[in-house]
């Protein structure tokens, strides 16, 4: 499979709404904005084949030494065939590139990102100002049963 993983343009967002919306509608996955997502366009990278968008990824910086792994997807019909894993592979590459320390995600996910050497942490040593922001768009707010899980850089 020769998928390739570039950065996003603002000409995906469509596209990147329509791949993640069954998630978004299931609460596995918390629902951005087409404006939220190209004001943080920078921060996603794509996985693609022959111009189909298979999955995306997003990078986002907390703080000079905590970033979060948000809006992983891939499409389900491409599932267990190593996307994943390659887009969070390579946006710890990037993370560590720009100098931050940890990597956190808030996931239902948790053997997946287990497998990628994420370990468990209580939710409540996360910095609070920074992470529950976003936390009341969630449908699940404000009972959270997602896992966090963090990584050293």
Avoid at 19 to 29: N, R
Avoid at 100 to 117: D, H, I, N, P, S
Wanted: net charge neutral; charged share 30%; glycine share 6%.
């Amino acid at each position: 499979m020769d998928v390739s993983y570039h950065n996003a343009k603002l000409t995906d967002v469509k596209t990147m709404q329509e791949l993640v919306l069954p998630e978004v509608k299931s609460g596995k996955i918390l629902f951005r904005s087409d404006d939220e997502i190209s004001t943080n366009i920078r921060s996603y990278t794509l996985a693609k084949l022959d111009g189909k968008l298979l999955g995306f990824i997003a990078l986002h910086i907390h703080a000079p030494d905590l970033a979060e792994v948000r809006s992983l997807i891939v499409n389900e019909s491409a599932r267990g065939k190593g996307i994943g894993q390659e887009l969070v592979k390579r946006t710890l590459v990037e993370g560590k590139e720009l100098g931050v320390g940890k990597v956190f995600t808030l996931t239902y996910e948790q053997r997946f990102f287990e497998k990628l050497a994420f370990n468990e942490i209580p939710k409540e040593s996360l910095p609070e100002h920074k992470i529950w922001a976003d936390c009341i768009k969630c449908k699940h707010f404000p009972i959270c049963d997602e896992i966090a899980l963090i990584i050293a850089l």
